[in-house]
C-alpha cells in the first residue's frame, strides 16, 4: 500500500448563521466525520443531492475552508499546521480546482492567456519567454485553438471556458486535481467532451482526482472509488464495480434510481419527505426520515461504519444495509 496524497481524518465544518429569532445564532453543520483518503492516480468520486456537503467537501480539501475541526493531510502534513507560505509552496502548487461554473469561475476582463499565465506568475515559475510557452503548451493540452489567447471569457462558448479552468488548474503540474461537478454548467452536448478529456488528463499525468457530481451515472464511470454523501456525512464509500449490483445504503440505491441506465432495468425509489436541515439534523442516522428501511433503532445513533470488504475497501453507515448480490431490479420504497 502507497501513502495517501491527501487524508482527511474526522473533519467537521459548521458555519454559524443568523437565526430565526432576532439576535440568535444557529449552527449549519456542513460537514461532520468526514474521512477520507486519496491516493496517487486513483480517482474517487463523490455523489449526493444538491445540500449534502460535496461542495463543503471540495473546498475543505483544496484549503478554501478550514475545518472546524479535524485534520487535512497532504502528504502526511497537516494542512493547518504548516507555515502560510509552506501551505502556498508545498500544498497550493500541487493541488489544482476546477469550478463547478466557469462564467464565474474566471475573471471576465483578462484574456485567455492572462488567465493561464496568472497562477505561473504568482508562484514565479520560468521567465516571461517560459511562461509564454507554458501558456501556449497549455491551450494544446485542453484542445484549444491559439487564437483563443486574446479572447475575453465572454466570447468563448461554455465548453471552452470550461477548458480554458481546466487549464487553469493544471498550469502549475499539480499532482491532485478536484473537480467540482465541472460539467453542470454546460450543455449536454460539450459534457461529454469534457469527462473525456478529463480522463485523457488523467491518464496522461497520473493525476489523483476527487470527482463530484450529483449523476452518480456519471460518476461511476469516472472514478475508482465512490463516496456517497448526505446531509454533511458520508455514508457509503465503494469501489465503483461494486455499483449497482452491490451499494449497500439504501441511499446510493435512491441515487441510482433516480437516473435510469439505459443497460440496468432500475425502477424509480420516491423518497417521502423533505430533506432535512442541517441546522437541526434529525438524531441518529440522518436518512431515517425519508428511508423505507428505517427502524426506532436508526433515530438511537448514527450508526457505526461497518466494512464489506477490505481491497478494494467498501464501507457503509446504515443498520440495515442492503444485500449483496441482489437483482438489478430496484423496488419502489414501501
Not at 223 to 237: F, P
Not at 248 to 273: D, F, K, N
Request: net charge neutral.
Amino acid at each position: 500500500m502507497t501513502s495517501p496524497i491527501l487524508e482527511l481524518r474526522d473533519v467537521h465544518v459548521q458555519h454559524r448563521i443568523n437565526g430565526a429569532q432576532l439576535f440568535t445564532k444557529d449552527t449549519v453543520y456542513a460537514l461532520t466525520g468526514a474521512d477520507l483518503v486519496l491516493s496517487a492516480g486513483e480517482t474517487v468520486g463523490v455523489v449526493g443531492e444538491s445540500g449534502c456537503g460535496k461542495s463543503t467537501l471540495a473546498k475543505t480539501i483544496v484549503g478554501l475552508q478550514r475545518p472546524t475541526s479535524g485534520e487535512v493531510l497532504f502528504h502526511g502534513s497537516s494542512l493547518w499546521a504548516m507555515s502560510t507560505r509552506d501551505r502556498r509552496t508545498q500544498f497550493g502548487r500541487n493541488v489544482g480546482m476546477v469550478f463547478q461554473d466557469p462564467s464565474t469561475a474566471l475573471n471576465r476582463r483578462m484574456p485567455v492567456k492572462n488567465i493561464l499565465r496568472d497562477p505561473l506568475t504568482v508562484h514565479g515559475v520560468g521567465d516571461a519567454r517560459a511562461r509564454t510557452a507554458r501558456v501556449a503548451e497549455l491551450m494544446d493540452l485542453v484542445g484549444l485553438p491559439s487564437s483563443a489567447a486574446d479572447a475575453l471569457p465572454a466570447q468563448l462558448s461554455g465548453g471552452q471556458r470550461q477548458r480554458v479552468a481546466i487549464a487553469r488548474a493544471l498550469a502549475l503540474r499539480p499532482s491532485v486535481l478536484i473537480a467540482d461537478e465541472p460539467t453542470s454548467a454546460l450543455d449536454v452536448s460539450v459534457r461529454a467532451q469534457i469527462l473525456n478529456l478529463l480522463l485523457e488528463l488523467k491518464a496522461e499525468f497520473d493525476l489523483a482526482m476527487v470527482f463530484i457530481s450529483h449523476d452518480i451515472q456519471t460518476v461511476r464511470r469516472m472514478s475508482d472509488r465512490i463516496v456517497t454523501m448526505y446531509l454533511g456525512r458520508i455514508v457509503e464509500e465503494s469501489p465503483a464495480t461494486a455499483v449497482p449490483a452491490q451499494v449497500r445504503h439504501p441511499y446510493t440505491e435512491a441515487l441510482l434510481s433516480a437516473t435510469p441506465s439505459l443497460v440496468e432495468q432500475i425502477e424509480p425509489i420516491t423518497l417521502e419527505g423533505p430533506v432535512p436541515s442541517a441546522v437541526r439534523p434529525p438524531s441518529g442516522c440522518p436518512f431515517r426520515t425519508r428511508c423505507w428501511k428505517a427502524t426506532e433503532q436508526c433515530a438511537t445513533e448514527m450508526p457505526p461504519v461497518t466494512r464489506f470488504g477490505e481491497l478494494p475497501l467498501h464501507t457503509a453507515r446504515c443498520y440495515h444495509p442492503l444485500d449483496a448480490g441482489r437483482p438489478v431490479v430496484v423496488g419502489g420504497a414501501a
